[in-house]
């Protein structure tokens, strides 16, 4: 796939949120991070001449490190001899059930 084909930036996004720990793309701290696209963007994936930028959020407990590698690599398999950044912008908890503040009670409990 080529860098400057519409697709390649949803093909980018779709291999980094299929790593296990990702937890989704994030723009970035000032939402600058994104590629445009005729009427439509593909936040936290970002494509130059040469190189792809790919910002993430990963799950609290999933190692950091290992997780932007894991990302990097699967990008840079469907790009071969593209430069991919991979940046953590986010560590996210698990989702917490909601809990109704005047009865201190799990909403599905209701």
Known sequence: MLLDDDGAA???AGIARA???VTGLHTGMFGE?????????????RI????????ISVAAGTAVRGTAAAVRAA????????????????????QVPDIDSET???EEDR
Not at 37 to 42: K, T
Not at 48 to 55: L, M
């Open 10 to 12: 949803d093909t980018v």
């Open 19 to 21: 790593v296990p720990g």
């Open 33 to 45: 991070v994104a590629t445009y696209l005729p009427g439509r963007s593909v936040p936290g994936v």
């Open 48 to 55: 130059t001449d040469d190189r792809i930028d790919v910002h």
């Open 75 to 94: 990008v840079g398999a469907e790009f071969p001899g593209t430069d991919v950044d991979v940046t953590v912008e986010d560590v996210t908890s698990p």
């Open 104 to 106: 201190d009670q799990l």
